[in-house]
């Protein structure tokens, strides 16, 4: 059973601060990895694609795949309230050729003012 | 980014009565897209997935005949809620694949409350 893992949290940051989320998977082979945010009562919405070992950066955002350890990270800088959400980590599931996801239960983040 | 677009955004209906919701890719063709189903404070949960032109592959535990999923078109997915009942409220997402990437985008999600 291929899993994604993440800490449910709550984490908090004060604003400005670091938020560092992490994920773990159990598929060695994986390939393709994402980031989505849902904020309370909405529908998730794309950060990240991370498909290469190494970091990627994005605005605030940075992205950071290890495949050998078997984990993806996120970490947002300058933190701000509006951040606060809940960040789910996924993976495609290589068994088919859909994109179908693998997805995290998320990680609840808030950043207080 | 890529768009999806998805109707109706509330719905309240009738114990017994049947809902459609519509998911459109507005500026891609997606020859897959999927259905999610979340209740409060809880994860996303795959329902089906959804293929164009080919029957729609429901996840374990998914009743199929009360779920029905048409894809006509590689731009058009609609999920059928049938005989709703009070348990089937929820908060019902659609997501298509497509852009470049090749990368799951989601619709605005369909609140469902059965009265």
């Known amino acids: 059973q291929k899993e994604v893992e993440q800490n449910s949290g709550p984490l908090s940051v004060p604003e400005g601060a670091i938020a560092s989320l992490n994920c773990t998977y159990s598929?060695?082979?994986?390939?393709?990895f994402f980031w989505y945010r849902q904020y309370s009562g909405k529908s998730p919405e794309l950060i990240m694609s991370?498909?290469s070992n190494g970091d990627k950066e994005d605005g605030r955002f940075t992205a950071q795949l290890n495949k050998a350890s078997q984990y993806v990270s996120l970490l947002i800088r300058d933190s701000q309230p509006s951040d606060s959400a809940t960040y789910l980590c996924?993976?495609?599931?290589?068994?088919?050729?859909?994109?179908?996801?693998?997805w995290g239960l998320g990680t609840s983040l808030g950043v207080n003012p | 980014g890529a768009v999806v677009s998805q109707h109706p955004s509330r719905v309240i209906c009738k114990s017994g009565t049947s809902v459609k919701i519509e998911c459109r890719s507005l500026?891609?063709?997606?020859?897959?897209m999927f259905w999610y189903r979340q209740f409060p404070k809880q994860s996303l949960m795959l329902m089906a997935t959804?293929?164009?032109?080919?029957?729609?592959?429901?996840e374990q535990g998914v009743e199929k005949d009360k779920f029905l999923i048409n894809h006509a078109s590689l731009t058009l997915s609609t999920l059928t809620v049938t005989s709703a009942h009070p348990e089937d409220s929820s908060f019902y997402i659609c997501?298509?694949?497509?852009?470049?990437?090749?990368?799951?985008?989601f619709g605005a999600g369909t609140r469902l409350s059965v009265l």
């Open positions: 997501s298509a694949v497509g852009g470049v990437g090749n990368i799951q985008y």
């Open positions: 598929d060695r082979g994986s390939q393709s």
């Open positions: 991370i498909y």
């Open positions: 959804s293929n164009e032109g080919s029957k729609a592959t429901y």
């Open positions: 500026d891609f063709q997606a020859t897959t």
């Open positions: 996924a993976e495609v599931d290589n068994a088919g050729n859909n994109r179908k996801l693998i």
